[in-house]
């Protein structure tokens, strides 16, 4: 592995971030609640979307994906494997084949839904017990996290409540992690939580102290599949999705929390009628399941995970392409 080149674009990203920064005196983030909101979202079409490789047509099922630099990591659910992609290089006009893959035996039996970089190191979901784990992309080897009141939310195994966490970000300036439970549906309506991590160290060991979470209120059958902080760490978007029946599309939107620079978050809960958002027009996004999404020089870039099925092969092919899909910010 490149392990100079990945040092480098890391140390290069933390640099320019902490410029934007310097003037600011950023303690711990708050969410803002928004009091206003059209009556409906306004839909976008991507500005661009780029096809992949013809190896991104197998059950890959990408589920995730962060951006350092200008290199951006993307993990596959249950395939063992990490790609990554030179932003630069990315054509829409042909197949985009990934700069480096790298095989991560370790995570074989794990159901990846989520990865964050932070230093040299990814933090990643294993959606099958909720868990948060972790790996040092230079070594390549597993790095323990201990809990301290980590207070992660169950993963009921019942049918379809999609109560696994599915969305994970880091701000490297404070050590905070971010992570969002999918859904926790009771009756007619659902829930999601927004959780928020001290990364701590001890010994050989990252530590999670529990700090703050939000309670998201949902309509019926939606659910958030991804988180992703914006480059200056002012604000943070979720994608927000449901399926469609009888179809291989669904209802996307993108939602956006901004934060202020006080505490953690200024309430315990929020509803969707006070939360900005925009929809993506599902006629563009043919793909029920988005699940991968990261933000770079004022625009989202985002993913989508190309099987529903609990039958997976890795090395067969189902014609089901994925695509990275780009979203202006503004």
Known sequence: MQKTHLRECITTDLQRRNNKKMNM???????????????????????????????????????????????????????????????????????????????????GGSDVEGLALFDHYVFYINEDGNSIKSFDLETLKP????????????????????????????????????????????????????LAYRIGRKNNEFVLTYLDELEISLEHDFRYSSIALSEDYNSIFLIRSKFIKRSNKGEYFIDKIDFESTSMFSNSKIDMSKIKHFQIDNNKINNANIEGMAHFNNTLYIINDNLESASKNCYKSINKPTYIFTFKDK
């Open 25 to 107: 005196n950023r303690t711990i983030l708050v969410a803002t609640i928004f009091l206003s909101l059209v009556a409906h979202a306004q839909k976008k079409v991507p500005s661009k979307t780029y096809n992949l490789h013809s190896e991104f047509k197998y059950q890959v099922e990408i589920s995730s994906m962060d951006i350092i630099g200008n290199t951006m990591f993307v993990l596959s659910e249950s395939c063992e494997y990490l790609y990554q992609f030179n932003i630069d290089s990315l054509n829409d006009s042909r197949e985009n084949i990934p700069s480096m893959k790298v095989h991560l035996p370790f995570l």
């Open 143 to 194: 790095v323990a996290i201990k809990p301290n009141k980590i207070k992660l939310p169950k993963n009921n195994s019942s049918y379809r409540l999609y109560t696994g966490l599915e969305g994970i970000d880091i701000n490297s300036e404070l050590s905070i992690l971010y992570v969002i439970q999918e859904r926790d549906k009771k009756q007619e309506t659902s829930i999601s939580r927004l």
